[in-house]
């Protein structure tokens, strides 16, 4: 397999850029975009470290992200397996990006930042829920905003619900699969009660 090994090779593949796909980004975050953060309930956090990159989902039931002004965001690190992968590399390598995703919408609000970690309780407690706080929360200083075009939802047809995942692997088929003999049928249908008791 012959590979593309420089950006001229790359770039000879390709037509320009579309010169509203450049205009379209903005430095802070617009009102509308506001609107569209605060309706967000998902977003993908990916982040950088010296051992490579990750990617982790992140959803709430509302308030997915505080914003205090158009150029901060605040998303709170709730209960999760606690690899701490983005966590570590956000303090190793500020650089993060965000995929923000609101369900129904073929549209994505991407925002490419630098991003540090507070325990802050004058920030934590933002993010109440009942009687519990996120240990951290992500501190973005936004540099970049734009929407994403939306092919790649429009062909995966994402939101559309008879393209379920019926007859895929579990996550207790996924676990079995590294440790012979794990009870993947007990573990799929205990996690939602478990995971019920553990989201925040």
């Not at 450049?22 to 569209?36: D, E, Q």
């Not at 983005?86 to 991003?115: C, E, K």
Request: glycine share 6%.
């Amino acid at each position: 397999m012959k590979t593309i090994g420089s950006v001229e090779e790359l770039t000879e593949l390709y037509p320009a850029a579309a010169a509203r796909s450049l205009t379209k980004v903005t430095p802070h975050i617009s009102p509308l975009y506001r609107r569209w953060i605060e309706a967000s309930r998902f977003v993908v956090l990916a982040t950088v470290g010296p051992e490579g990159c990750d990617a982790s989902p992140r959803g709430d039931t509302e308030n997915l992200v505080k914003l205090p002004d158009s150029r901060t965001i605040w998303l709170p690190d709730w209960r999760g397996n606690n690899r701490l992968d983005s966590l570590t590399n956000i303090v190793r390598d500020p650089r993060v990006s965000l995929m923000f995703m609101v369900h129904g919408s073929n549209n994505v609000v991407r925002v490419i930042g630098d991003a540090v970690l507070t325990a802050d309780p004058e920030v934590t407690r933002e993010f109440r829920h009942s009687d519990k706080l996120p240990r951290t929360v992500v501190v973005v200083s936004v540099k970049e905003v734009y929407f994403q075009c939306a092919k790649a939802l429009m062909r995966s047809d994402l939101w559309n619900s008879s393209s379920a995942a019926a007859g895929l692997p579990t996550a207790g088929d996924f676990l079995r699969e590294q440790e012979a003999g794990f009870d993947a049928e007990s573990y799929d249908a205990g996690y939602d009660e478990y995971a019920r008791e553990r989201m925040w």
